[in-house]
C-alpha cells in the first residue's frame, strides 16, 4: 500500500477533463476526474465499517457491476477484498449516469505514477455535462458515507439539500435533467445511432439538433429529418397548405376542397358552398397545433377559427375526408412507413374521472414532456376542455363503462396521440399516391397525411385523400409505435445520403513524434495537393486548407484537427498529433486510415506525468492504435522505441529505415519476404526503395528530393521515406509521390521554419526549429556536411523552459559538438523560469562537454539574438538560428545588412556590448 508524505489530508479532486476521442487509457471517450485520496489512500474500502453495506443499500445496481471480474458481482467482490474509493468513485459515476437513461458501462482508475495516493479516475459519458456532473456526485456520495474524521471539509457541489438517505436520488435526478438539457430529440437520435452504425462520424454542430455526418468534403448535415439537400423551394410549398393542395390536385392526387380566409366572417362567407364537417387548421401550422375537426356550426367554427388564427394569420378551412388519420413516410421517392394515428382519447370504466383517467395514461414511462420520449403526455389544456365539453363532460365527471372520450381532434403524437404501424397493410394504389405528392412536392424525405377509411382499399374507391405534406416529418411514430412493429425509418435516409459505396470519411493521416512532425505533414500536403486535392493541414505554425493559412499559432491539438474535419472544401486531412494534445484530450478522430509514429527521444519529460521515454512512448502510439483495420500503421525501424508500437498498432505495418538491403536487420528483411511494407534508403546508392506485396519499386534517388540538401541532410531522408510509407498507405501511386517530392524544397514558402536556407550575405544562414538535443544533434550533422573547410558555424539555441533541467543541458551539449560559435537565447519561451535560468543550464551544458566558454553569448530576447548570430558571421561561415518566433526571425534574415568589417577573431567574435550579456561557466 502506497503512502503519502502527509497523510492527514481529506479526499480532494486536483483537476477534471475530457477525452473526446482516444487517449492514452482508452478508445473511449471518457471523463477524466485528478482525485488525491489524502488519508483516506491508507483506508481502502475493507477497511472502513459499514462503507460498502452503505453504498450497496444507497446503489444496489452496484451489485451487477462485473469490475475487472467480468460478471455481476465482480465490484462487490472488490468492496470485500479492499480497493481504494477513487475505483469506487468509478463506478458511482457510471452508476448515476445509468440511472439517469445514459447507456454507459466502461471505466478505468489508474494511480498517478510517482504521487503516492493520486488517482486518475475515469469512466465513460453520453454528455459531456452530464457525465461531468455525475462525477462531482460520486465524490460527494462518497464522501458522505465516511466517517466524519475522514470527509472533506469542503462539500464539491450540494445535491440541493436533501434529507438523509434521499442523496442518491437527488443526485440521479440532476444527472437526469442534465441529460434531459442536452438530449438529441427521438427523431435526430434515430438517425445519429444509424449513421453510427454505419461508420459514419458524426459531430453535433450546436445545441439543438443540427448534425453533421461525415468529414470534409464528404460531410452530410441534418436537421432532425430535414437533409442538406431538402430545398427550401420544397419546404417552403409544403409549409403552405393551401399551394401543397393546388400542387397535388393539379396532378390528380385527391385532395380535400377548401379555401383561405383571414377573419371568421370572410371564411364563414367563403366556406358556404363547402360540405360538413368542417376542419378547421393554420395555414402554416405544424404538430397539430391549432386544428379542429368536425365541425358544424357558426359557433365551434368561430372558435376553431379563434385557435387556428393563434397560429397563423391566414386560416385553411377545408371538408373533411372520411377516414382516419395515415402517415406515409417517403423517402427518396419509395414509401418505407405508414402508421395510423389515433387521437388522444381514454376509455371509461365507469370508476374514475376523466382526469384520472388520462392521470393513468400518462403514468406510462413512454409518455414525457414535448418529443422527448416516444408518446406525449396528453394535456387537459383549454382545447381539450372545449372538446369535452362539446361531449358533455367535465374533467371531474365519470364516463360510463367503455365509453370513448376524445381529448383532441388532431391525431399527432405531439398532442397525446398514439400510432399503429400499417406498413404491411397499405393497398399499393395509397402507396402510390403518397408516393407521387412526394416527388410532386420535391421533397427527399416527406411525411403524407393521409385519410382513409380502410388503409387497405384504394381511397379512390372509398374516398379519402392528402391532407398535408410535411417537410420535417417526425419518426418517433414509426421507431415505437404503441401497436405494431417496430420500423427502422432513420437507415432508409441515412442510406439515402450516403449511397452504398460513397465515402462519409475522408482520408486521414495522422503523424507524431519527437522531432520531423511538421516536415512529414508539410510533405504529404504537397504530393496529395499534386493529385488535385485540397488537402487540410495542422502543425504547430498553424492550421492551412488549399493554400489558404487560417489561422496562425500551435494548432497541433486535437480543436483544430476538429476544425479542417468540419471543413466542407477539405478532401485529405493531415494532422500533427502533439503529446500535449492527446493528454489533455485525446485525438479528434475515432479511427485514422494511415498513422505514424517518426521517432521518440527525450523531450517533454517531467511534463502531465510523462516522466519516461516510455511513457512518453505510450502517448506516442495513440496514434498508430488508432489506424482502422484496413489502414496502414508507418513505424521508424531504426528506433528502438517505436519498434515496440508494432505489437498495439492497428492495420498493415509499414517500416521505414536509413539501412539498406545489405545492412537491414533480420525481423525487416522478414516483413519484406512475407509481403510486408516496408522503405528503406540505401547509403551507398542513396536510392530510396518501396518493398510491398512481394515487389520492389524504387521510389526516386534521394538526392533528388530538394529537402535533403543533396542527401546531405539525413533527417530530411527519414522524413521523405515517412512520406512516402503514409502516401503509399493512403493509395498514392509511387511515380506520383517520387514527381511530388522532387518539387519539396526546404524553403521558408514550402516548409516555414524547417532547413530554410537563405545565401544573400556573403554567408549562408539556416532557420531550422531545432528544439531539443536530438534535433540539434541532427541540425548539426547536416550542417557539418554543409560546411568549407576553414568556414565556422555559429548556432543560436534554446529550448522551452518547461523542460528538464537535463534536457536543457543536453542542448547545450548538442551544441558544442558542432558549433565554434554560441548564442544561447530565452524569449519567448522560458515558461516560468527565472531570467537567465535557460541560459544558464545551456551553458553548464556545453562548458562540461568542453567547449571555450569565452565562445558563448547569452542574449535574453529571441530578435536580439538572432541580430547578434548573423552579426558575428564572416564570409563563408554558417548561421544556424533555431526561433520560436520563425515568421520574425525570417524578416530579420531578410532585412540583415552585413557590416563592411567582419569580426577581429574567430575563436572569441566580438559584438556590441549593449547585445552582449556575460556568460556563465
Not at 386544428?291 to 359557433?299: C, K, N, R, S, Y
Request: proline share 6%; with cysteine.
Amino acid at each position: 500500500m502506497s503512502r503519502r508524505a502527509n497523510p492527514t489530508m481529506p479526499m480532494s479532486v486536483l483537476e477534471t477533463g475530457v477525452y473526446r476521442g482516444p487517449h492514452l487509457y482508452s478508445a473511449t471517450p471518457m471523463i477524466r476526474i485528478q482525485l488525491d485520496l489524502g488519508a483516506l489512500e491508507d483506508h481502502p474500502t475493507n477497511a472502513l465499517p459499514g462503507f460498502a453495506e452503505g453504498l450497496l443499500e444507497r446503489l444496489p445496481g452496484l451489485a451487477n457491476h462485473g469490475c475487472s471480474r467480468g460478471e455481476p458481482g465482480g465490484l462487490v467482490e472488490r468492496l470485500d477484498e479492499g480497493t481504494w474509493l477513487g475505483h469506487v468513485i468509478e463506478h458511482v459515476a457510471l452508476e448515476l449516469q445509468s440511472l439517469a437513461g445514459a447507456a454507459v458501462t466502461r471505466g478505468k482508475t489508474r494511480s498517478v505514477k510517482g504521487r503516492p495516493g493520486t488517482y486518475n479516475v475515469m469512466y465513460a459519458y453520453e454528455d459531456e455535462s452530464a457525465g461531468l456532473l455525475a462525477g462531482r456526485l460520486a465524490v460527494q456520495i462518497v464522501d458522505a458515507l465516511l466517517p466524519e474524521h475522514l470527509r472533506g471539509a469542503r462539500r464539491l457541489d450540494r445535491i440541493t439539500e436533501a434529507p438523509e438517505g434521499t442523496e442518491v436520488e437527488a443526485a440521479v435526478e440532476l444527472v437526469r435533467n442534465a441529460l434531459r438539457r442536452n438530449a438529441l430529440g427521438p427523431t435526430t437520435r434515430a438517425l445519429v445511432e444509424a449513421a453510427k452504425r454505419r461508420g459514419v462520424p458524426v459531430q453535433r454542430l450546436n445545441e439543438h439538433s443540427l448534425i453533421q455526418l461525415g468529414w470534409g468534403a464528404n460531410q452530410r448535415r441534418i436537421r432532425a429529418s430535414v437533409t442538406d439537400r431538402t430545398g427550401l423551394l420544397a419546404a417552403e410549398s409544403a409549409g403552405d397548405k393551401a399551394e401543397t393542395k393546388m400542387l397535388l390536385d393539379a396532378i390528380g392526387i385527391p385532395v380535400a376542397r377548401g379555401v383561405v380566409a383571414r377573419s371568421a366572417d370572410e371564411a364563414l362567407s367563403q366556406s358556404k358552398r363547402l360540405k360538413t364537417p368542417l376542419v378547421i387548421k393554420p395555414l402554416d401550422g405544424n404538430h397539430g397545433r391549432g386544428v379542429t375537426t368536425g365541425i358544424v356550426g357558426e359557433e365551434p367554427f368561430r372558435a376553431a377559427f379563434a385557435e387556428a388564427q393563434k397560429i397563423s394569420r391566414r386560416v385553411v378551412i377545408e371538408e373533411q375526408l372520411p377516414g382516419r388519420d395515415h402517415r406515409i413516410l417517403v423517402v427518396d421517392g419509395k414509401v418505407v412507413a405508414v402508421a395510423e394515428r389515433v387521437p388522444p382519447h381514454v376509455i371509461g370504466d365507469g370508476e374514475r374521472t376523466v382526469r384520472q383517467l388520462v392521470d393513468a395514461v400518462n403514468a406510462d414511462p413512454r409518455r414525457g414532456e414535448g418529443h422527448e420520449c416516444v408518446l406525449t403526455r396528453i394535456k387537459l389544456d383549454p382545447a381539450a376542455l372545449e372538446l369535452l365539453s362539446r361531449q358533455g363532460l367535465a374533467p371531474d365527471d365519470v364516463p360510463a363503462q367503455g365509453r370513448e372520450v376524445l381529448l383532441k381532434t388532431a391525431a399527432n403524437l405531439s398532442a397525446g396521440g398514439t400510432a399503429v404501424d400499417r406498413t404491411d397493410e397499405i393497398h399499393p394504389h395509397n402507396a402510390a399516391i403518397a408516393r407521387r405528392a412526394a416527388l410532386a412536392m420535391g421533397l427527399d424525405v416527406a411525411g403524407i397525411d393521409l385519410l382513409a377509411p380502410d388503409i387497405t382499399k384504394s381511397i379512390r374507391e372509398t374516398g379519402g385523400g392528402v391532407v398535408e405534406v410535411n417537410a420535417a416529418p417526425g419518426l418517433r411514430m414509426h421507431l415505437e409505435p404503441s401497436e405494431g412493429q417496430a420500423r427502422d425509418v432513420a437507415e432508409p435516409i441515412i442510406d439515402m445520403m450516403f449511397q452504398r459505396g460513397a465515402r462519409a470519411r475522408i482520408p486521414v493521416l495522422a503523424v507524431t513524434g519527437t522531432n520531423g512532425k511538421s516536415t512529414v505533414g508539410r510533405m504529404l500536403t504537397h504530393i496529395f495537393a499534386r493529385q488535385g486535392k485540397c488537402v487540410g493541414l495542422t502543425n504547430t505554425s498553424g492550421v492551412y486548407v488549399g493554400e489558404e493559412q487560417i489561422l496562425s499559432g500551435d494548432a497541433s491539438g486535437p480543436k483544430s484537427a476538429r476544425m479542417v474535419l468540419r471543413d466542407p472544401t477539405v478532401e485529405v486531412a493531415v494532422f500533427e498529433c502533439a503529446r500535449g494534445g492527446i493528454l489533455r484530450e485525446g485525438l479528434a478522430f475515432d479511427r485514422c486510415d494511415v498513422g505514424a509514429v517518426l521517432n521518440v527521444t527525450e523531450d517533454h519529460l517531467g511534463l502531465k506525468g510523462v516522466d519516461t521515454l516510455d511513457d512518453l512512448a505510450a502517448v506516442k502510439s495513440v496514434v498508430v492504435e488508432s489506424v482502422s483495420r484496413r489502414g496502414v500503421s508507418v513505424l521508424n525501424a531504426d528506433d528502438p522505441t517505436t519498434l515496440r508500437m508494432a505489437r498495439h498498432a492497428g492495420g498493415r505495418i509499414g517500416w521505414f529505415s536509413m539501412r539498406g538491403d545489405m545492412e537491414a536487420p533480420g525481423f525487416l528483411l522478414k516483413h519484406i519476404a512475407e509481403g510486408g511494407l516496408a522503405v528503406l534508403y540505401d547509403p551507398a546508392t542513396q536510392l530510396i526503395t518501396l518493398h510491398d506485396r512481394g515487389q520492389a519499386q524504387v521510389v526516386c534517388d534521394a538526392r533528388n528530393i530538394p529537402a535533403t540538401l543533396r542527401a546531405r541532410a539525413a533527417f530530411n531522408v527519414q522524413n521523405a521515406m515517412a512520406a512516402i510509407a503514409m502516401a503509399h498507405g493512403a493509395g498514392v501511386s509511387v511515380p506520383a509521390i517520387a514527381e511530388a517530392l522532387s518539387s519539396f524544397a526546404s524553403t521558408y514558402e514550402q516548409n516555414p521554419g524547417r532547413m530554410n536556407v537563405h545565401d544573400e550575405h556573403g554567408f549562408r544562414v539556416v532557420l531550422d526549429y531545432a528544439h531539443n538535443p536530438n534535433a540539434v544533434r541532427a541540425l548539426g550533422e547536416t550542417i557539418a556536411a554543409m560546411r568549407r573547410p576553414g568556414a565556422r558555424a555559429i548556432g543560436m539555441l534554446s529550448v522551452p523552459g518547461d523542460r528538464r533541467e537535463e534536457e536543457i543541458r543536453g542542448v547545450g551539449a548538442a551544441g558544442a559538438e558542432h558549433f565554434d560559435v554560441l548564442v544561447f537565447r530565452e524569449t519567448p519561451d522560458n515558461r516560468g523560469r527565472p531570467a537567465g535560468d535557460v541560459m544558464r543550464l545551456m551553458t553548464e551544458g556545453a562548458v562540461a562537454a568542453g567547449f571555450n566558454p569565452r565562445c558563448i553569448h547569452e542574449v535574453y530576447e529571441e530578435s536580439d539574438a538572432a541580430e547578434l548570430a548573423l552579426r558575428l558571421a564572416e564570409p563563408g561561415d554558417i548561421v544556424a538560428l533555431t526561433p520560436t518566433r520563425i515568421e520574425a526571425v525570417w524578416r530579420i534574415i531578410q532585412a540583415f545588412q552585413p557590416l563592411s568589417t567582419p569580426a577581429e577573431t574567430k575563436d572569441r567574435p566580438e559584438a556590441p556590448d549593449a547585445v552582449l550579456e556575460p556568460a556563465h561557466g
